[in-house]
Each structure stands twice: as structure tokens, then as C-alpha cells.
């Protein structure tokens, strides 16, 4: 079965760094693109970050120059640092494996999804 589960959610103050991590089983990542996105209360889920099975690396204006993906292929994980933390990336964070990397951060590009971690981000 294909599994994908996150880690490295938590209460962070504003400023402060997180780095989240997305552990596949059941399947090879590195044969799929790999994206991370959030869903906020009341708001719809939103691509943040991608990085395809080439490792080139798509982010949301909105985080761009705070997050970083990156994958190790040997341990069948993608990562997600995020610097710089601000209130509105308070978020509940999915990484999903796809491959359609016509629209890299759509949701509907990806096939499989993890169950999420929250990050809260508050002084």
C-alpha cells in the first residue's frame, strides 16, 4: 500500500524555523513529483512547494526566499525547511506524490496524500 506520512509539525514563534519531513512507503519517490501544501481554517488547501523526480524546485510566491524543499532519494523522503516563519503559515501541511508537472502546485496533479501536520505559528 502506498503511504505517505509527514512529521516535524509544532508551535513555532514568529521568526522561528521548522523543518518538516514526508517518509513514502509502498512506492519509490523519486519516480513522482513531490509537493507540499497547507490548509488553513476556513481556506482552501494551496500548493506551497514541489519538487519534480529531476529535483527542479517550484515554490509559492508567498514563501519563496523562507522555504526550502529537498528530497533524499535513499531514505525515501522529501523535506520542507521553513525560515522565517510568519502568523499566516499557520496551517495544517500535506505532502501528496504526483505526476503531472504541468501544474506542479494544483492539488488535483497529485495521486497520493499524507494525513498532515500542523504547524501554528504564534507568539
Known amino acids: 500500500q502506498v503511504h505517505l506520512v509527514e512529521s516535524g509539525g509544532g508551535l513555532v514563534q514568529p521568526g522561528g524555523s521548522l523543518r518538516l519531513s514526508c517518509v513514502a512507503s509502498?512506492?519509490?519517490?523519486?519516480?513522482?513529483?513531490i509537493g507540499w501544501f497547507r490548509q488553513a481554517p476556513g481556506k482552501e488547501r494551496e500548493g506551497v512547494s514541489c519538487?519534480?523526480?529531476?529535483?527542479?524546485?517550484v515554490y509559492a510566491d508567498s514563501v519563496k526566499g523562507r522555504f526550502t524543499i529537498s528530497r533524499d532519494n535513499a531514505k525515501n523522503t522529501v523535506y520542507l525547511q521553513m525560515n522565517n516563519l510568519k502568523l499566516e503559515d499557520t496551517a495544517v501541511y500535506y505532502c501528496?506524490?504526483?505526476?503531472?508537472?504541468?501544474?506542479?502546485?494544483?492539488?488535483?496533479?497529485?495521486?497520493?496524500w499524507g494525513l498532515g501536520t500542523q504547524v501554528t505559528v504564534s507568539s
Open positions: 519538487t519534480s523526480r529531476s529535483d527542479r524546485r
Open positions: 501528496a506524490a504526483g505526476d503531472n508537472y504541468d501544474f506542479p502546485l494544483s492539488p488535483g496533479a497529485y495521486n497520493y
Open positions: 509502498g512506492f519509490t519517490l523519486n519516480y513522482y513529483m
